[in-house]
């Protein structure tokens, strides 16, 4: 049984509890209160993430120029105020603001309570919103999370009245100790329309915004997508109460993307593109990533992605960026390592090296927001070249593979024991097992790999897999013939995995499940000991 420290706080309590606890001892000024209009208002709940045994970052978005407090304590009721910090919320940066928390006791729920006031009038607060997450634990006790990705894609939105986006609230209900979203966090290049027939007759009806209404390209489209997403009442909740580790892949700019490619694929003239490269889009689209996910910044790197995030003795979180530093997409069939065969690239490929080789944690979970042997084509109107890793001819590794092998057979030789790779992208869920006795490729340890999602899009699969590095397909959910392509979520073809790490034995259970919180598969790996 896990051991909580602290109490849980509720959805209630997030939401409305904090006017509540405004007036009570928090050790803000509260001054008297002044015209309803001129109170700053949160505008799209709070978010934490990138937590770890002793730190974590706090976010929140408000409607004018203000500075946000964020008061931290280790009980609800703020009776004691550990830490005390404020950022000023700027259109420059969209009025979102987040502060880094450090010196935060481990393995204790922390609560955090945003108060905002208005630059223009600073006498004038507005009403307060409480959030928490759950610090890493310093000792082995249990250890709980969920992982998915791509969210509002392919038009399906917002349909309030068949329960907005159900998957967020399906994870809550396991009181994840942190969500990794393994990209897609926003579609910037699909539109939301207002309604959508279903294949039954019925029609899904989406809540809709004039950012939402054309593929993204100025900055303030770009945010539009995450304010989007947060319009959403079970992401709310959830983003209240889970801190969030994010990355992302390639629906945060456009579809298949490449760093210097032109912008002139068909499909990019059929969204009536104007850039000629990719450049400039990716530059505002990462602008409004950093702005809405709460994410830790690296000073020496602030567009930076891939990170480590260690979450006490059991579990260490590789999180990777498989789209910023790779070469073109292309036939992907190099035959030596080279820019146009990056995938990580060099500088990332090092960096999870080393990181790998000095962790001393039980479990060394790869984030990747792509899987390693399903092949998924880059440009669908000329049915041409490789998306991801695999370029699906099974033989020895080629292009992109060449860089994955060397990671492999270096977990190998240096006996970096227990990875376990979590993945998101194909829009369906799957198990499969490398197994090398089956593999073009042999130099490297039998491993796992899962695959979830997506929370909230058009379900789509099953891919073909590449028999390079010898994957098992061990169990898999896609839609059916009958159901096709970019299924509707009423399918219930929306997934999540859930890990749980047992603190005593140590043992590593990955269970999958549908938005229903319905559980599809399962499996229990014992860890292996040096």
Known sequence: MALRIGPRVSR??????????????????????????????????????????????????????????????????FKEVIHKVWVDALPEGDLTGKVALSDLPAGQDIFYRVTAQNHAEPT?????????????????????????????????????????????????????????????????????????????????????????SKPAQTLSEFRGNYKYNLLDKNLRAFNAAVPMFAQ????????????????????????????????????????????????????????????????????????????SYRGPNGENKQTTYGPQSYFLGPTQVDWLKRELKASRATWKVIAADMPISLYVMYDVDRKFGSEAVAQGDG??????????????????REKVLNTVWLTADVHYTAAHYYDPGKAQ??????????????????????????????????????????????????????????VAVDGRTEQMTVTLYDWNDVALWSKTLDPQKA
């Open 12 to 77: 209630r309590a997030v939401i409305s509890g904090a006017a509540a606890t405004a007036a009570t001892g928090s050790g803000i000024f509260m001054p008297h209160r002044s015209r309803a209009a001129d109170r700053p208002t949160l505008t799209h709940g709070l978010q934490s993430g990138d937590v770890s045994a002793t730190s974590g970052v706090v976010w929140a978005r408000v409607d004018r120029p203000s500075r946000l407090t964020f008061e931290v304590a280790t009980a609800e009721s």
């Open 248 to 323: 992302w892949d390639d629906h945060e700019v456009t579809n298949n993307w490449w760093p210097e490619e032109p912008v002139t694929r068909d499909e990019h003239k059929r969204k009536k593109y104007v850039e000629s490269n990719m450049m400039a889009l990716v530059a505002r689209a990462a602008r409004a990533f950093h702005e809405y996910m709460p994410l830790r910044a690296e000073p020496a790197e602030p567009g930076r992605v891939y990170r480590k995030i260690g979450y006490g003795p059991l579990v260490d979180v590789f999180m990777l960026d498989m789209r």
């Open 441 to 498: 490729f042999q130099d490297f340890e039998p491993f796992w790999e899962f695959v979830s999602g997506p929370i909230h899009a058009g379900s789509f699969g099953p891919n073909e897999l590449d028999a390079t590095f010898g994957p098992q397909l061990v169990y898999i959910k896609a839609p059916s013939k009958e159901q096709g392509q970019n299924a509707a979520p009423t399918y219930d073809l929306q997934f999540f995995g859930h």
């Open 395 to 412: 033989g020895a590794p080629l292009g992109r593979e060449l860089e994955i092998a060397d990671i492999l057979s270096f977990i190998k």
């Open 124 to 212: 004038i607060l507005g009403e307060p919103l409480v959030g928490r997450f759950r610090t890493a634990p310093a000792d082995r006790r249990n250890v709980s999370f969920v992982w998915s990705g791509d969210t509002a894609g392919q038009g399906w939105g917002i349909d309030e009245g068949r329960g907005g986006m159900k998957t967020y609230a399906a994870m809550l209900k396991h009181n994840p100790d942190f969500f990794i979203h393994s990209g897609d966090t926003i579609y910037a290049d699909g539109p939301i329309p207002a309604e959508i027939k279903l294949p039954n007759g019925e029609v899904w009806k989406n809540i809709t915004t004039e950012e939402k």
